[in-house]
């Protein structure tokens, strides 16, 4: 059994050896970073989709038919991710972490989300097939952040995983509360300034696909839309 003190010598180990940092050229795995102070950094955009009040359906629907929901909503955000060169890092219960990086990273993390948003029209389409009286309808939020992040491997031998410090991890996660029905899409002003023209407009005419507002808990610029990109 591990004592107290066993426990903090590892903290004081920590807190008192020097980081090894290397700088990464693509999305580390696990076993590429080593468990003790050591690091990979770059420059990346972080990209959180989650379904919105997961709480109801587990709470009100049947266990089979949230599983469905679940899987419905997962497989096809990764498989989105996946096809615009994102790599996916964590799941959450209802939620998937990506990372994109290069020079096109916030253009493809913006096109993900309004794919995603795609899809995600198509999927009620199809619930409302299958199950013709439900009154469920699955929303969902996506939140995107670029900025330098700091990977780190935490945990302990056998049970770990990578922890990824920077701001966009943490803004793309927090971005996802503000989501809401009409709005299922919000990116920070770094990643607006940054996308390719045809990520900024569309439609025929041409119009602005973001609407920028101000996030109150931070007091900051940033970019929401209820487009969607068909794929």
Known sequence: MTTSEEVLREVSDIFKTKWQKREGRK??????????????????????????????LVNNYKDW???????SYLIAACRVIKNQGGEITAFDG???????????????AA????????????????????YPNTS?????????????????RTGIRN???LVWVGRAANYAAKLCGLAD???????TDDVFQA??????????????????VTWPQRGIAVHRSNWWWEF
């Not at 972080?46 to 109801?56: E, F, L, P």
């Not at 038919?65 to 899987?71: L, M, P, R």
């Not at 096109?111 to 299958?130: D, P, S």
């Not at 469920?136 to 996506?142: A, F, G, T």
């Open 94 to 108: 209802d939620r998937v972490m990506a990372v994109f990086i290069g020079d096109s990273k916030n253009t493809s």
């Open 159 to 161: 049970s770990n995983d």
């Open 181 to 187: 029905e009409d709005y299922p899409t919000f990116i």
């Open 27 to 56: 999305v580390p795995e696990t076993e590429n970073i080593q468990l003790g102070n050591d690091a990979v950094t770059l420059s990346g955009t972080v990209m959180y989709a989650d379904m919105k009040d997961s709480t109801n």
């Open 136 to 152: 469920y309808r699955l929303l969902q939020s996506i939140g995107i952040d670029t900025s330098p992040l700091f990977i780190a």
């Open 195 to 212: 996308l390719a023209e045809d990520t900024k407009y569309g439609g025929n005419p041409r119009s602005l696909m973001w609407e920028k």
């Open 65 to 71: 038919f949230a599983a469905e929901i679940y899987k």
């Open 111 to 130: 096109k993900t989300a309004l794919r995603i948003n795609y899809i995600v029209r198509e999927i009620n389409a199809h619930l409302k097939t299958a």
